[in-house]
């Protein structure tokens, strides 16, 4: 007969976890998967900033709330906390038992995913914090998740690194498969949360477009039909970061996805992304990443 994720998981001490992630710090390329522990003795879930947390509960039950609105979690709940996510409540049974996959905000950034499915998934992420889910999804996300577990943040060499960085785009993609197929339901029930979400959909399709050649917070605002402080608002509400923010993440993205092209010179790129001069995107990109488009090229 096959094991439930329960039964797999292995039971070390919440006080081993607690240690190895918080009092020794998360670094940059963090992604763990912790053993089985009891939510209520961990108080559901301490995390450092820029950390997000996937929690799966295999029994009991736990009610939460997240961003001012409550969820009640039942076996095979699903509940996501962005790393500016706040959990203000938590109450858990006896025998609430889960675990929690987190991983770094920077790692993210590191997989070089595409800025439109970070977005997407982003909203998702706040639209749908807490799902019921089936057990084949649940087996699904941990069997991936348990894979890259076993990866070092500090990979070996280019071939390993490689290898951490697609399975985590597989774990990402796979995340994101199942928030979409359960959250679907739930935001078509809610028609004041659906206009602001489609206003998102519509802002990340277009900046998906728009963004080697537009970068202002007007333009897209004007090409939506809306103010350029509502489409800020909406952004902030459903990523955390403004719509400056969101649109600087897209260039940089798209440029960086361009400077490791071969044989593109920084000059091609700067015009691809319709900056004035080379010499004004070289400004650009360093005051957004700390590092100049030259050096950034050279190491990748």
Do not use: W
Request: a positive charge; glycine letters at 6%; aromatic letters at 10%.
């Amino acid at each position: 007969m096959r094991k439930s994720i329960s039964e797999r998981v292995n039971k070390i001490s919440d006080s081993v976890v607690r240690g190895a992630l918080f009092e020794q710090g998360v670094d940059a390329g963090t992604f763990v998967l912790t053993p089985m522990l009891n939510f209520r003795s961990l108080g559901v879930v301490e995390r450092p900033a820029d950390v997000v947390a996937v929690g799966v509960l295999c029994n009991g039950t736990a009610k939460l709330t997240i961003d001012g609105r409550q969820f009640e979690l039942h076996r095979n709940s699903l509940f996501l906390l962005r790393e500016f996510s706040v959990l203000s409540d938590s109450r858990c049974s006896k025998a609430c038992m889960g675990y929690v996959i987190y991983f770094s905000n920077a790692i993210l950034e590191s997989a070089n995913l595409a800025p439109v499915d970070m977005l997407t998934v982003n909203m998702m992420f706040g639209a749908s914090p807490c799902l019921q889910v089936n057990e084949e999804d649940i087996a699904r996300l941990h069997s991936i998740a348990a894979s890259l577990n076993h990866f070092a943040a500090e990979s070996a060499n280019q071939y390993e690194s490689n290898a951490r960085a697609s399975l985590f785009k597989s774990f990402f993609f796979t995340l994101a498969s199942i928030i979409s197929k359960y959250a679907t339901a739930e935001l078509g029930e809610n028609p004041q949360l659906s206009r602001t979400d489609d206003l998102m959909r519509r802002f990340i399709e277009l900046l998906g477009t728009s963004c080697e050649r537009e970068r202002s917070v007007d333009f897209y605002a004007s090409q939506l039909g809306v103010t350029p402080k509502y489409l800020s608002l909406v952004c902030k509400k459903k990523t955390g970061y403004n719509a400056s923010k969101l649109i600087d993440s897209a260039v940089i993205s798209k440029a960086k996805e361009l400077l490791r092209q071969q044989g593109m010179s920084i000059l091609e790129v700067s015009e691809r992304l319709n900056f004035v001069s080379q010499s004004f995107f070289g400004k650009y990109f360093k005051q957004r990443t700390g590092i100049s488009p030259s050096r950034y090229k050279a190491q990748h």
